[in-house]
């Protein structure tokens, strides 16, 4: 396949008489790297190369301006802001949010040679239309709006001035000044042969120049279009080029060069439709690994639509691939280091004296944090959970260390105290840390000491940027300064240009041609971009101006794309199913429909949607039990089960091995909201300080109404203790401290009535029982352990009370068959009331009781009693009282259960939940 710039570089050496003299112009430097290559190729002589330089390059040599980077810009654009607006101007932060629209609009303003004269006056009597008062009288602050509008002309004229004393400019005063200079360049140059290739949208003054240059006859172009776009008035992949040759005179009287044939030729396209961004990346991998079976992976290229898909391709690249080129470079943005000063950044943009833990926690979780600080990252994080810390100072941080460290230090300094100054100081000694333990190993850090270099050059800039700007003087600033910096630095990876295959972003791929393509994201909001609107000047304005809308904005992605598409031969395009989670983009493309709309009779397109094999294989896991794990149990055994294990058991039998046998428990989390356990634990320790005291004793109506008079004390009390250092004084957690201050004061006004009406004797408050239990077929110590809310006698009538902060009913704790017990989790409630029967009445025999429970959600249902239902009907009759024949039923049920648990025979077996 011959592509457009070889069959430049060809015609060129045919037609030129010295081609040291020619320079070659082009929109990009990667298109002129392949230019170059195809002219050295059919360059049978010996003879000076000519020049191949881009477009931006020979303005640039044209004006005698240097470009300057956008925050350069953005800075000289702050201080003449300043030079102007002396009556209270705005700080650089608040400024860098319209300064940046302002800027673009200076810069499209000079591009495409619009009078200043007419566009501001235009856009100052739209804002003074617009402006939000209909009174006749305006405030100062409506008059200070207006005049800003009104001004809009001074800013541009003093602003240009400036940048001129310095010898800097953004691209359209470059534009505009190499305008200026052409002529004098001109005679300085008057052998050159300027040869312009493969240009589409242009801007009014570039038009300028290349037409001046052409009407001169020092000048060449080349178009690369194909002729089925020309000729459709309506497609917008000819829309500049149409124009182009309907308006410039040169065109009047030469043809233009070339129009080709080629976007008809035979063509392979598949539509491929895949689930998420990983997908498309995953099955780029597959497609190079079947291209290179066939054969066929010389000349193909993987372009990026979207290119944060960089590092996912990258990781799918089969091994068989040995020569790769990467023209587009790794956003520096996209490295953990970034991730890992972002979060350093959130911590001071708001001097307060204490932190919210999540930030906190965020810092130290991430893997940079423990490779500056060690285990000490750990020891403090298990800190702030265990202690539940919501809001951490700086003190606080190092007094839980027994050494605290500089990178401590340097990580988390006094908030109030920290300047822009202090923190970038700070992040050159973490960088400096940070070196040191890379360098302990530089075969394994290798890139990540690459990143840190390119880090340590962006801290640099943000130094002397801080030298020279007084204006910085917020975290916040310095954090939008950097955000800017670190936007628009990527890492370029070594490679050789021309060889292997290419991957690139869609602008890269500019001129270049290849037989097999592989083009990723074609989403709407993707390819094209969209619309969006970085303007103050309104649409109508730009239409009637004749300055790019989003409309040409659409036209120029929809050149790239065909054009890309134009010599191709085998083309695969792959879009993205999942239009949620396509974060910029939305359904596929236009430009795909518009290719099946088209239908060339020698297109053949394939419509695809890949997704991956999913074998949903339902598999209970199971953990048999060898030697060490039944050795395990006996201890287990030993210890002794209480009545939640056990229910945990029949729950999960899984669950029951990873808790009560691995002893694995949840990780604890800081509580910034009360948790319903937490919440269960401060009402039951509230009620057992409060009825201690009164073991062995008959309640009276006195004692109920003191604990009325005192609880609240003694509620807070328990917050303080068990909610450590954490804040109920507003929010959920004062709607949570709410309830439970209902629940007591409800359940204290329902004791009142009990005792008004019945002697009621408190016989223990959260008693603990340690039962051995003889079991048949069991050689080894067993028992069973637990916790008794309350016992007490009603009129006489031994009462086992559990307290339940949760909601249950009377049908938790009923049962018709015993096995339901340690069949069913559904019945759970009546088995631990009844294992606390059980060990009461080992401790101290009865001969009958009744147990239930007492739920705090459900408290108007009252005491809800366990009983034994002859049938599940209505009127069933019910046994509520507890007797020596009652336990030993429940005996028989308990006892099976744990020789089922202990049974080497028997696995444990997950249960879906």
């Known amino acids: 396949m011959k592509s457009f710039l070889e069959d430049v570089a060809i015609h060129v050496l045919n037609t030129a008489e010295k081609v040291e003299d020619i320079s070659f112009i082009l929109p990009s430097k990667r298109a002129g790297v392949f230019l170059k290559n195809a002219f050295i190729k059919n360059y049978t002589k010996t003879g000076f190369s000519p020049a191949f330089i881009s477009i931006e390059s020979f303005i640039e040599n044209i004006s005698g301006l240097k470009y300057a980077n956008n925050i350069q810009l953005l800075f000289e654009l702050y201080s003449t802001y300043l030079s102007i607006e002396t009556n209270e101007p705005e700080d650089f932060y608040s400024f860098s949010k319209w300064g940046q629209l302002l800027l673009q609009d ?251 833990y999540k ?71 973490l960088i400096s840390a940070l070196q040191k333990f890379y360098e302990t190993d530089k075969t394994i850090y290798r890139l990540e000491l690459e990143y840190l270099y390119r880090f340590y050059t962006l801290f640099n800039q943000l130094y002397e940027y801080l030298q020279n700007n007084t ?78 809308t989003y409309k040409e904005k659409d036209a120029v992605y929809t050149y790239h794309f065909y054009r890309l598409l134009q010599r191709a031969k085998n083309i695969y395009i792959l ?74 058991y029949i729950r999960n039998p899984l669950d029951f091995y990873l808790q009560s046998v691995l002893g694995i428990r949840q990780q604890e989390e800081v509580e910034e909201t009360i948790a319903a356990n937490t919440l269960g634990t401060i009402i039951h320790n509230t009620l057992e300080d409060l009825y201690k005291p009164f073991e062995g004793k008959v309640l009276s109506v006195e004692n109920i109404q003191t604990f009325q008079k005192g609880y609240v004390t003694e509620l807070k009390k328990q917050f303080a203790d068990v909610y450590k250092g954490a804040d109920y004084s507003k929010g959920k957690n004062l709607l949570i401290y709410n309830v439970a201050n209902t629940y007591v004061k409800r359940f204290l006004e329902s004791e009142l009535n009990l005792v008004k009406n019945h002697t009621v004797k408190v016989v223990t408050i959260e008693g603990n029982y340690k039962i051995p239990l003889t079991i048949e077929g069991i050689n080894f110590p067993v028992h069973l352990i637990g916790k008794v809310d309350r016992v007490d006698e009603i009129d006489g009538q031994l009462r086992i009370v559990d307290y339940k902060s949760g909601r249950v009913e009377s049908k938790h704790v009923e049962i018709v068959e015993w096995e339901e017990l340690i069949d069913e989790y559904t019945y759970s409630k009546a088995f631990q009331i009844l294992a606390y029967a059980y060990m009461r009445n080992k401790e101290v025999p009865f001969t009958n009781a009744i147990a239930g429970i007492i739920s705090f959600k459900n408290l108007q249902a009252g005491f809800l009693q366990f009983c034994k239902k002859d049938k599940r009907a209505p009127k069933a009759h019910k046994e509520v009282l507890i007797t020596q024949e009652t336990l030993m039923l429940f005996e028989q049920q308990l006892h099976n259960l744990i020789k089922e648990i202990v049974n080497p025979t028997i696995p444990f077996t997950e249960k879906e939940v």
């Open 575 to 648: 879009y993205n199913t999942e239009i949620a989670d396509a974060l910029k983009g939305g359904e596929k493309s236009r430009f795909i429909m518009q290719l099946q709309v088209e239908n060339l009779p020698q297109h053949t397109i394939t419509n695809v949607v890949a997704s991956p094999e999913i074998n949903i294989v339902k598999q209970e896991r199971t953990i048999q039990k060898d030697a060490p794990l039944v050795a395990r149990l006996k201890e287990v055994s030993a210890k002794g089960y209480s009545p939640s294990s056990l229910t945990n």
């Open 106 to 356: 200076f810069n499209e303003v000079d591009r495409y040679l619009v009078d200043p004269e007419t566009v501001f006056p235009y856009l100052a009597s739209i804002k003074e239309m617009n402006h939000w008062s209909l009174e006749a009288e305006q405030t100062e602050l409506q008059k200070r709006y207006i005049d800003f509008w009104n001004g809009l002309s001074d800013y541009y004229y003093q602003y240009k001035e400036n940048l001129q004393q310095k010898g800097i400019g953004y691209q359209g005063m470059i534009y505009k000044e190499a305008i200026e200079n052409l002529e004098f360049y001109q005679q300085n140059n008057p052998n050159t042969k300027h040869v312009f290739v493969g240009f589409n949208a242009l801007n009014k003054a570039e038009e300028k120049i290349i037409q001046e240059l052409l009407e001169n006859g020092n000048a060449d172009i080349y178009w690369d279009i194909d002729n089925y776009f020309l000729k459709d008035e309506e497609h917008d992949a000819g829309l500049f080029i149409r124009k182009h040759f309907k308006t410039w005179k040169y065109f009047q009287e030469n043809q233009p060069k070339w129009i080709c044939n080629e976007f008809e030729t035979a063509k392979e396209i598949q539509l491929i439709g895949i689930p998420k961004n990983v997908g498309q990346a995953k099955y780029t991998g597959a497609l190079l690994e079947e291209l290179y079976q066939k054969n066929q992976l010389k000349n193909t290229v993987v372009v990026l639509g979207d290119e944060t898909l960089l590092t996912p391709v990258l990781n799918e690249i089969p091994n068989q691939v040995q020569q790769v080129n990467i023209t587009m470079g790794l956003p520096l943005t996209e490295t953990p280091i970034a991730a890992f000063f972002s979060l350093y950044f959130q911590l001071y943009l708001n001097p307060k004296a204490h932190w919210y």
């Open 359 to 429: 930030d906190v926690l965020n810092v130290l979780t991430h893997h940079i944090s423990r490779q500056l600080l060690g285990e000490t990252a750990t020891e403090i994080i298990n800190f702030i959970q265990k202690k539940n810390k919501i809001q951490i100072t700086p003190l606080q941080l190092k007094g839980w260390v027994d050494t605290p460290s500089n990178e401590l230090e340097h990580l988390f300094s006094d908030t109030i105290k920290v300047t822009p100054k202090v923190l970038v100081d700070n992040c050159f000694n």
């Open 471 to 548: 204006f910085i003087g917020s975290v916040k600033t310095l954090y939008s300064i950097y955000k800017e910096l670190i936007s628009t630095e990527t890492l370029d990876f070594q490679g050789e240009p021309l060889d292997g295959i290419q991957i690139m972003g869609m602008l890269e791929s500019r001129n270049l041609d290849f037989e097999t393509i592989i083009l990723t994201a074609v989403n709407e909001g993707i390819l094209p971009s969209g619309k969006s609107n970085n303007s103050f000047i309104p649409f109508d304005i730009k239409n009637l101006l004749e300055m790019p």
